[in-house]
């Protein structure tokens, strides 16, 4: 059994990814950075609460203190809003969204990566989504490519770029991104899979063992083009 920290766990596919690794019988630290919430939903799903906003270097570097030993870091936590059309664009909406999307997945990564360097079955997982795909997005006859949220598929797709980049540099580790798939949770308005459905995809991948792929984009079909 492993321990794994998930971030951004208070709801949607986070909170069932925790619940599910529970079930599993793995020690799941639930990253949020809402306190009352984040106990509350520790308390449900049976995980262990830990503070911890991905945008906040102070706060970060407490959550690594705190958990300690770590053997899989899923990077979950992520935002959608605000989405503008492209020539209404600004380093504010840039920054509101890489913040959390990118920022935030590269500092809590480097801020665990000395516990996971030193587990024997090491994984970090970054949830992206196939928007971010510039194969998809780039193919105009795909479902999604009329889909707008320009700034959010630019945010995926900077954070699939480092996935690649940290499995190159870290082969004792397992650095992946997975697409859970379109899910109704808050952030798509209830539309979409049951969360349960997605967090069964990344439980999969989350923990996969030494012998699991590295350096790719998976979903619940497999492979996604980059
Ligand atoms: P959600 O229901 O909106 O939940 C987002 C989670 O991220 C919440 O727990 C939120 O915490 C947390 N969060 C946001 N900013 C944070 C920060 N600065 N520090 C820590 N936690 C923060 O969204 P979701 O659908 O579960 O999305 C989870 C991940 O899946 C995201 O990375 C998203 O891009 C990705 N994804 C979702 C879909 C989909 O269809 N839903 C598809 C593809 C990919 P609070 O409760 O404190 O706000």
Redo the contacts with the bound molecule.
Sequence with gaps: MAIILI????????FETARALVTEGHTVWM????ES?GRQAATTAGGRFVH????ADESVRAAATAVGALDVLIN?????EPDVPLPDVTTSHLTAIFD??VF?AVRTTNAFLPALLQSSSAAVLN???SIGSLTKSADFTDEFTAYPQDVYRASKAALNMFTVQYAKAYPALRVNCV?????G????NGF?QP?AVAAATIVRIATAGPDGPTGRFLGADGVVPW
Aim: proline share 5%; hydrophobic share 30%; net charge negative.
């Design positions: 971030t951004g766990a208070s709801r949607g596919i986070g990253g949020c950075r809402d919430r911890l906003d991905v945008t979950n936590a992520g935002v959608l959390t999307n935030g949830v992206t989504s697409d859970p798939g379109l899910t949770t808050d952030m798509m979409g969360p």
